[in-house]
């Protein structure tokens, strides 16, 4: 089940708007934040805080492309194998990462 919840703006004349306090929190917008719209095939819009620090345009839209491919041909996707996920686990078992420490320059 799918929960929606909706809250409406109004556009000025110079087609601007405010975006509602319900929006603004839970997208954790604080001002000056940008934000980015992602336009869907089907004329829907999404609307996404960009973390500045991480915004990477590539990665936004082969996210996009990738989200769009999976609404618009989901019997392409499928469960993960058994095989395949036992296969992984057994190449990471020993592997440690503690995603606080940050690259070494020769890492970046």
Known sequence: MTLSLYSDSKL???YQTTIPHMVRKVLRLEKNDKIRYAVQTDGSVSIFRINQAEADPALANFLTFLANDISQNPQNT???GSDLLN???SLVSDVEIDLDTPLSDEDE
């Open 87 to 89: 296969r992984i686990q």
């Open 12 to 14: 000025t004349n110079r």
């Open 78 to 80: 499928s469960a993960i």
